[in-house]
Nanobody
């Protein structure tokens, strides 16, 4: 596991959709899980969703169920976050994280963390 690079952020109107990507460089054969977090202005970073790299099982923060979908492409070493029906309160920097043993909801527990991509939802 090496560097994580997020992409796909941008400006979107309320009700719109965005698909974020997080590409992992280096070997990912030992990856256990990859996750998405976000941090809105003036707020703490919060967990969004996580996916098991081997079996694809997923877990979402309660407030993200239904509108957000996490998925992966093992061949491309990439994890995605599809976000639909976006709201202004979804405005945040979105970060991805990966670990070889951990797959929970604590940002600092992940060994590998990206630099983030900005998502802005206008009303």
């Amino acid at each position: 596991q090496g560097q994580l690079v997020e992409s796909g952020g941008g400006l979107v109107q309320a009700g719109g959709s965005l698909r974020l990507s997080c590409a992992a460089s280096g070997r990912t054969s030992s990856t256990y899980a990859m996750a998405w977090f976000r941090q809105a202005p003036g707020k703490e970073r919060e967990f969004v969703a996580v996916i098991n790299w081997k079996d694809g099982s997923t877990f979402y923060a309660d407030s993200k169920k239904g509108r957000f979908t996490i998925s992966k492409d093992n061949a491309k070493n990439t994890v995605f976050l599809q976000m639909n029906s976006l709201k202004p309160e979804d405005t945040a920097i979105y970060y991805c994280a990966a670990d070889n043993r951990y797959g929970g909801s604590t940002w600092r527990a992940y060994a590998y963390r990206g630099q983030g991509t900005q998502v802005t939802v206008s009303s």
